[in-house]
């Protein structure tokens, strides 16, 4: 979880993603449509990315992504 708290607090607006999910895409869109640029971690393209979603979904992100921090604070 540690990565997650990590990677959460990067940036203002953080997304954990995976490139084949349509949730995911919708979400992001949305987000840059408000003109907001977030930092985007797409778990399929990431080496630890399955560690990554375990994470996620011990910190009740369920389904794992989208995942949508703000301010280093998961967005339920």
Partial sequence: MEV????????PVVIFSKSSCCMSYTIKTLVC???VNPAVH???EMQ???EIEQALLRLGCSPS???????????S
């Fill in 4 to 11: 997650v708290t990590k990677l959460a607090s990067e940036r």
């Fill in 33 to 35: 449509d408000f003109g």
């Fill in 42 to 44: 797409e778990l399929d």
């Fill in 48 to 50: 630890r990315g399955k």
């Fill in 65 to 75: 992504v989208p995942a949508v921090f703000i301010g280093g604070e998961f967005g």
